[in-house]
Every structure is written in structure tokens, then in C-alpha cells.
């Protein structure tokens, strides 16, 4: 029998459950990271605007800004800063019917800082263009334009193999290019947003996935939670080395079934584990700088203010962080792809 590759450490998946409860930061208000709260109150105009934009959450790394007034902004929060302004200055831009006749510079220029077409400041425009085109294509011509009436349609994700009955995840990941990830992990966003705005929920929230993305995974593989057992598929890793799309989808699925199990274990909400460990990683455990296991000088912090967090200078998942005292784990690095999934 051949050894796995990748596994869970279940022991290591549990010590990092407990932790999470120790901090106690279920009992605060959710740090919401994935979004910023719109000007709205129009719910069907919001559930647009989510369903397009996390469509978007893919390949960040190295995006950063200053904005006009001294805020520094990285990765996500640049994206929303643009993407909710486009909102603000017209909220219909974010529905089908709009994004079937937007033009290429009209796209560039909403994610460009300077509004220049000629220089957006997301990468991959022509990739991001087409999967909301293709969406707005098939909203159109299958759900009247309608995400509301999408989801109302399928209220519940998983499929009923009883009835037949197929769940939202199954439509949407055979519908739309933007979410046709195995795992789900930008649909989850979606699905977040819409929970944790309080404006619609599914029937089934246990099948709701973890949104599994490059930080996480760092995260998973510092931390233990899972195993490399492939010493050449671990090195890699830490290397930095481009690997196949068949040994990422096996790392990327053992960090979901992990964090899984930390969801479980844990008994709190999926949407607080994914706020602690997305946050966490990064901010203590960023791919750009070495990891804060033991020692930390607060800058560009995402840690402290969500959570009112009175941080001693350290990691604080490094009391059951394996990395934190083993450079063989503290020196993995999630996969190097170029994919859409995230």
C-alpha cells in the first residue's frame, strides 16, 4: 500500500480548534475582511454586487496602495475600495444587465486607481472581464438577469441524491466560468457576504464550504494541520517551485478537509474560523515577510483592530503553531500556480 502524499494531522487540526476558542474572538462582532458594507438597502442590488465581485478574488499577491488620504491598503482591500466605489457612484453598475454592455476601458478604468483604462491597477483585466461577462451572459439568459431569483430558485447547496433536486453549488459550478473552482472557495465568499449582511441564508448551512485560498494553505502547512509526507513535493513548496495542477488540487483538498475539521472541533461559526485564519495569515504569517511566531513590530497589522486585539508582539496561534518551533514546517510556503480559484 502506497504512503499518502499530503494528509490532516487530526491531532494538530483539534490543537488549533481549541486555540481559536481560547482567543475567545467569537464573542466580538465578525471582522467582515472580505467586504466593505455598502450604502444600500437594497438587498437585491447588494446579493449583485457580491455575486459579481467574488467572482473576482483571485490572484492578489503583491497588490498594494496608498490611498489619497495616507492609508496604506493591500490585496483584497484595494480591490474593494475599487469595486465598492463603483457601487457608490452607481448601483446598478454590478448587474447583469450593465456588465453585458460594459465596455473593456469601462472595466479597466473602475479598477485602476487613477481611473486611467490605459493602466489598471488589478492584474489580469482581460480575465476578470471575461468571467463577468460570461456571467452576466448566463444570469440573462437562464434567470432573467436575476442572481435573487438564482438563488431562490436552488435555496439549499447541497444536491438531494433522494428527490434529485440539485443544490446551488452543482449549478454554479457547471454555470459560470468565475466559479467553476471544485472547491468553492470564491462561491463561499459569496456566500459569507450575504450571511454575514444578514440578507440571505441557505437552507443547508452546514454544506456551506471553507474558502480555502493561498493564505490559508500557508497557514495549514505551517501550522501542521496538514502533512507533507513527499520530501520532494515539500521541497517545492519551499522553494517556491511552479507544481503540477494535480499536486496543488491535493494540497488545496487536504487544507480543506482541515479546515474542516477545525470548524467541527472548534464548534464555532465557519465564518469566524475563516476570519481568524485568514487574518492571521495575512498579517503574522505573510508570504512577503518571515513569520511573527516570536517577535513583532505591528506594522501592517490585520490582527489587532478587527479583534481589539491587545497583541503581545507575537503570532497569536503560535503557542499550538508547529512552525513556530520547527523551521521544517515554518518554511513551507502554499503552492506556486497561477490559477482563478483565488
Not at 454544506?207 to 517545492?236: E, T
Request: charged share 25%; aromatic share 10%.
Amino acid at each position: 500500500m502506497s504512503t499518502a502524499r499530503v494528509s490532516v494531522n487530526l491531532e494538530q487540526a483539534h490543537r488549533m480548534a481549541e486555540r481559536f476558542v481560547e482567543l475567545g474572538w467569537y464573542t466580538r462582532k465578525q471582522a467582515r475582511v472580505h467586504y466593505n458594507p455598502l450604502p444600500s438597502d437594497n438587498h437585491e442590488r447588494m446579493i449583485e454586487y457580491y455575486f459579481f465581485t467574488s467572482m473576482l478574488l483571485f490572484d492578489f499577491k503583491g497588490l498594494e496602495a496608498t490611498m489619497p488620504d495616507g492609508r496604506y491598503m493591500k490585496g483584497n482591500n484595494v480591490f474593494d475600495h475599487l469595486a465598492s466605489g463603483a457601487f457608490k457612484r452607481n448601483p446598478d453598475f454590478w448587474t447583469a444587465a450593465s456588465l453585458a454592455r460594459t465596455s473593456d476601458d469601462e472595466f479597466n478604468a473602475v479598477f485602476s486607481l487613477s481611473g486611467d483604462a490605459a493602466a489598471p491597477t488589478v492584474s489580469r483585466m482581460p480575465e476578470r472581464i471575461e468571467v463577468l461577462r460570461d456571467a452576466a451572459k448566463v444570469l440573462n439568459e437562464q434567470w432573467g438577469g436575476s442572481v435573487l431569483r438564482l438563488i431562490e430558485t436552488h435555496p439549499h447547496l447541497a444536491d438531494d441524491p433522494v428527490s434529485g433536486r440539485e443544490g446551488l453549488l452543482s449549478v454554479v459550478l457547471r454555470s459560470f466560468k468565475g466559479f467553476d473552482d471544485p472547491i468553492f472557495k470564491k462561491f463561499a465568499v459569496f456566500l459569507k457576504a450575504l450571511a454575514m449582511s444578514d440578507i440571505w441564508h441557505a437552507a443547508d448551512p452546514e454544506s456551506i464550504p471553507f474558502p480555502v485560498d493561498y493564505h490559508d494553505q500557508r497557514m495549514a502547512l505551517r501550522n501542521g494541520v496538514i502533512s507533507v509526507h513527499d520530501a520532494g513535493l515539500a521541497q517545492k513548496l519551499r522553494a517556491q517551485e511552479p507544481i503540477s495542477q494535480e499536486d496543488a488540487a491535493e494540497v488545496r483538498g487536504k487544507v480543506l478537509d482541515a479546515c474542516m475539521e477545525m470548524v467541527r472541533h472548534s464548534g464555532l461559526n465557519i465564518n469566524h474560523v475563516d476570519d481568524i485564519y485568514w487574518l492571521v495569515g495575512r498579517s503574522c504569517c505573510h508570504y512577503g515577510r518571515p513569520p511573527r511566531c516570536t517577535t513583532c513590530d505591528y506594522t501592517d497589522c490585520s490582527v489587532q483592530a478587527p479583534y481589539d486585539y491587545a497583541c503581545p508582539g507575537k503570532c497569536p496561534l503560535a503557542t499550538h503553531c508547529l512552525g513556530a518551533k520547527d523551521d521544517a514546517y515554518r518554511s513551507l510556503m502554499e503552492p506556486n500556480i497561477v490559477t482563478q480559484y483565488y
